[in-house]
């Protein structure tokens, strides 16, 4: 197979290089009083980012979230429970299941899978604030309020979607120790 990145001959997704090239670089920011954890510039990792809209995703998105590990070996040496928003399956598995499981790989956290689902079919890829305010996902959480959970998302763009899975999982009475997302828009400030 070729690097998906680079197009080099390799024996994974991304050729050794580019995975090394990968530069994540935890930064701290606050939704709905809530800290969320960003790695990644959007605009530096677009291409690898969009490969959730195919199957190669579910090997790619992994080893973005893997390169992650020695930033969160602090926040995950907790027990907690990561929350996968909208893990519902599409072309053959589900973006934020796949990076919650590497996220969660050798620690003490779980992921726990359909628990936190969107009851609207929106995609909000490409649209603006106002659209994403007039159409909510309209979220239900069926999960165990008493335990501590974190979020999982691929993308912060404006925050909307982690905004309305915040107060559903708050409306419900559990607790939300932070979100966590791949990347992060760049024009995005809070």
């Known amino acids: 197979m070729r690097c998906f990145s680079c197009g080099v001959w390799s024996f994974k997704p991304l050729c050794k290089h580019c ?10 920011h606050r939704l709905a009083k809530t ?12 291409l690898l980012l969009k490969s959730k809209y195919t199957l190669i995703g579910s090997r790619l998105l992994p080893l973005l979230a893997l390169r992650l590990k020695h930033l ?7 027990p907690l429970h990561a929350l996968p928003i909208d893990d519902h399956i599409k072309r053959g598995y589900s973006h934020t299941a796949a990076i919650a499981r590497a996220l969660c790989a050798h620690s003490p956290c779980k992921v726990l899978y359909n628990r936190l689902r969107a009851t609207k079919d929106i ?8 659209f994403r305010k007039q159409n909510p996902k309209g979220f239900v959480f069926r999960g165990d309020p008493s ?7 691929d993308v912060l763009t404006t ?6 899975a915040i107060q559903t999982l708050r409306g419900a009475g559990a607790k939300v120790a932070f979100a966590l997302v791949l990347a992060k828009v760049q024009s995005l400030s809070f």
């Open 19 to 28: 995975y090394t090239e990968l530069s994540p670089r935890l930064q701290t």
């Open 35 to 46: 800290p969320v954890l960003s790695f990644y510039v959007y605009e530096d990792i677009e």
């Open 72 to 78: 969160l070996e602090p926040l995950l040496a907790t």
């Open 123 to 130: 995609t909000y890829a490409g649209q603006s604030l106002e």
């Open 147 to 153: 335990l501590a959970y974190f979020l999982v998302d």
């Open 159 to 164: 925050g909307t979607t982690l905004c309305q």
